[in-house]
């Protein structure tokens, strides 16, 4: 299982950005998907997460409104499609994919088994 994140950059305050999550060696419709970030000198945050593919999307508080979470299943992608940011989004952004959780261990990043690689996302004038 494999998972690639792409699509961080720079980003003025209030621009758009959307990042990408491709996943490889697994069907990504049957696994609880979702996204996590670092801040420099923070710990790992939840951001948002699709729990296996039912529709029911789960945003932490600071990103709801202005945060989208999609899925595209003959792509095996799933996208995190970020509007109107702020400087306090800047971080590495990682996709984590579980095939097991629990609902209520959704917002954990230990209990998913597999992360893509991070991308950066700044925001910045």
């Known amino acids: 299982v494999q998972l690639q994140a792409s699509g961080g950059g720079l980003v003025q305050p209030g621009g758009s950005l959307r990042l990408s999550c491709a996943a490889f060696?697994?069907?990504?419709?049957?696994?609880?998907m979702a996204w996590f970030r670092r801040a420099p000198g923070k710990e790992r945050e939840f951001v948002a997460a699709?729990?296996?593919?039912?529709?029911?999307?789960t945003y932490t508080d600071s990103v709801k409104g202005r945060f989208t979470f999609s899925r595209d299943n003959a792509k095996n992608t799933v996208y995190l499609q970020m509007n109107s940011v702020k400087p306090g989004d800047t971080a590495v952004y990682y996709c984590?994919?579980?095939?097991?959780?629990?609902?209520?261990?959704?917002?954990?990043?230990?209990?998913?088994?597999?992360w893509g690689q991070g991308t950066q996302v700044t925001v910045s004038s």
């Open positions: 984590a994919a579980s095939a097991t959780l629990i609902l209520s261990s959704l917002r954990n990043p230990a209990a998913y088994a597999h």
């Open positions: 060696g697994m069907s990504s419709s049957r696994y609880t």
């Open positions: 699709d729990f296996r593919s039912g529709g029911s999307r």
